[in-house]
Nanobody
Framework: QVQLAESGGGLVQTGGSLKLSCAASGSIFSISTMGWYRQAPGKQRDLVARITRDGATNYADSVKGRFTISRDNAKNTVYLQMNSLKPDDTAVYYC?????????????WGQGTQVTVSS
């Protein structure tokens, strides 16, 4: 089992920046892909960005060019640098990590961190 602890959320003005961090603990040897989802009030939880253990990345179209995901495997930590923030980016941001044990993939979630962008 993997535990994920997010940090770095907060309140920022339009055009500002924030950096989220997510540190993994527990069965870290089993972690494969890590990433971030977000959920705004009344909406579904959507993928923001993800990164494989080898560093391959994917981004939602809405954040391309503004957000950058990175990963430090030695520290078992994934980061999300968010620039040029917009009010539409306001949401609870959740870290996730896929683990693979004996060929079975499982998802693990953090508790979420609030990001609020004021206009």
């Amino acid at each position: 089992q993997v535990q994920l602890a997010e940090s770095g959320g907060g309140l920022v003005q339009t055009g500002g920046s924030l950096k989220l961090s997510c540190a993994a603990s527990g069965s870290i040897f089993s972690i494969s892909t890590m990433g971030w989802y977000r959920q705004a009030p009344g909406k579904q939880r959507d993928l923001v960005a993800r990164i494989t253990r080898d560093g391959a990345t994917n981004y939602a179209d809405s954040v391309k060019g503004r957000f950058t995901i990175s990963r430090d495997n030695a520290k078992n930590t994934v980061y999300l640098q968010m620039n040029s923030l917009k009010p539409d980016d306001t949401a609870v941001y959740y870290c996730y990590a896929n683990t693979v044990v004996a060929g079975t993939v499982s998802g693990n979630w953090g508790q979420g961190t609030q990001v609020t962008v004021s206009s």
